[in-house]
């Protein structure tokens, strides 16, 4: 005999549909926590986080706004849609400025994303090592950062990748310990030192 759940328990995990949730759902269905992503039509929920995730993403926030050309804007875990079943929330996306159209926006367009960053944290390594650069590289955004901690020290690591056209998918352009010096997607010079990291 099994039991039956209780009401309590029904309005508290909705029971997914048989072909999985939508971006539609996403911004539809009440009370979601914040920050819930939309992966391969799953909900996926962020456990509380760490001092190094949110002062590594106000790092390169900081550093990517002091040089940013005009048409492009910085924006920090805001919704990007992939395609229906898939909306996840990098950590820090370079959008093109026309996809800004007021205070009200709740999501970009993956054509509208030059750049997503993830920080990795425990909870979430798998997503952004794997799952998530193979769904950006494949919905076309251009450029991908993999920020980690290393080493017996933790020192951060940001991983820079650069969209191949002709196989569609994500080659290492570089690896940046104490600074992050690129050209792409424009002009990035970022002092990431556990120094820099620690005065912020």
């Known amino acids: 005999m099994t039991a039956e759940p209780t009401t309590a328990q029904s309005s508290r995990w909705p029971v997914p ?57 910085v924006r ?26 007021g205070l009200d926006v709740t999501r970009y367009q993956a054509a509208d994303v030059l750049l997503a960053v993830e920080v990795v944290s425990p909870d979430s390594e798998a997503r952004d090592r794997e799952a998530k650069p193979h769904k950006y590289a494949t919905a076309g955004i251009p450029h991908f950062w993999l920020v980690e901690r290393t080493g017996t020290d933790q020192h951060p690591v940001v991983r820079v990748y650069e969209l191949d056209p002709v196989t569609k998918a994500y080659a290492l352009t570089g690896i940046h310990h104490d600074r992050l010096k690129t050209g792409v997607p424009f002009p990035v010079d970022v002092d990431i030192s556990a120094e820099a990291l620690a005065a912020l």
């Open 17 to 73: 549909p048989q072909d999985g949730y939508t971006v539609d759902d996403l911004f539809t269905l009440p009370d979601l926590p914040p920050h819930t992503e939309l992966i391969d039509g799953s909900l996926v929920f962020v456990s509380p986080q760490r001092d190094f995730h949110s002062t590594m993403i106000d790092l390169l926030m900081t550093g990517l706004r002091s040089t940013a050309p005009p048409e492009v804007r």
């Open 76 to 101: 920090r875990e805001m919704t990007v849609v992939l395609d229906r079943r898939n909306a996840p929330e990098p950590d820090v996306s370079v959008v093109r400025t026309e996809a800004i159209t």
